[in-house]
């Protein structure tokens, strides 16, 4: 029996394979390449649909928790601002096997010191990442300022700012110098929803694994309130306008949801 097994992953340099590959072994012959899901035929018996996901390993959870938060921040007529929220809700999930994603994590780190390209890690499915926050939990330690913002992002309408990942667009890898610690650089494309639009984001990832499986990110992009039809905030009968551009900086401490957990909340 000749068995073909096609998989890949759209997730840029971090989880993409090169292009197909046919590896034969005996009577086994294996094809790996790029693909939009995982697929398998045979040249005696096709697997049924059933069984392809029942091959599936279950997705390995993670969500976030304190001190996780959002931090909001941009330039005004006479000085700047910053707004932050900590009723960050946040979800990560990996469609690997926990044994996989610890060799990786071994081999990443010893290849760190020698090359900035990371090892392949084999996603049966593309991962999925979401956060959100209520937007009357924006503070930016002033009540008039913190009216000011929600009225902008038009919290009564859309209570809701929403962030989705998308794709991996680069990575790489190092170490910290002086612990010696993984840290993993991602370049990804997401999905932010603001006062009810919704447009692309490109954000810059620090990740570095945590104790217990867990992990923290640092993740940094810049949005004009313009595009989501938010007028800039101002003060004073417009003497002190807030400017366009704003920096949106996320830091998040993601915790690894046990398996009995994760199972229950689906």
């Known amino acids: 029996m000749n068995l073909v097994l096609r998989t890949g992953w759209h997730l ?8 197909w590959r046919t590896i034969a072994c005996g009577s086994l012959l294996l094809s790996i390449g790029l693909g939009p899901r995982v697929t398998f035929t045979s040249a005696t018996a096709p697997i049924p649909p059933a069984n392809r996901a029942a091959a599936l390993p279950a997705p390995i ?3 976030g928790k304190a001190p996780s938060r959002v931090t909001l921040r941009g330039n005004a007529t006479l000085s700047s601002w910053s707004s932050v929220s900590k009723a960050v809700t946040s979800r990560v999930s990996l469609a690997v096997k926990g044994t996989t994603l610890a060799r990786w994590l071994r081999v990443a780190r010893h290849r760190a010191l020698h ?3 990371p090892p ?7 991962p999925i990442a979401t956060l959100s926050i209520p937007v009357y939990s924006l503070d930016g330690g002033n009540s008039g300022m913190n009216h000011d913002m929600w009225a902008a992002l038009k919290a009564r309408q859309h209570p809701y700012i929403r962030y989705q990942f998308r794709r991996v667009t680069a990575a790489s890898i190092d170490r910290d110098p002086k612990g010696g610690q993984l840290i993993i650089h991602l370049k990804v494309q ?23 499986g867990g992990f923290t990110v640092h993740a940094a992009s810049q949005v004009f309130m313009s595009d989501y039809g938010v007028t800039p905030p101002t003060a004073f009968f417009g003497l002190i306008r807030g400017h366009n551009r704003v920096r949106i900086t996320f830091d998040l401490t993601m915790h690894r949801v046990p398996v009995a957990l994760a199972t229950a909340r689906k």
């Not at 392949?120 to 593309?126: D, E, G, I, S, Y």
């Open 190 to 212: 997401g999905r932010l929803t603001l006062a009810g639009a919704t447009h692309k984001l490109l954000s810059h990832l620090i990740i570095r694994p945590g104790p217990a």
């Open 61 to 63: 959870e993670f969500a």
């Open 12 to 19: 840029g340099r971090l989880f993409v394979l090169p292009q």
């Open 115 to 117: 090359t900035q390209k």
């Open 120 to 126: 392949v890690l084999p996603l049966a499915n593309a």
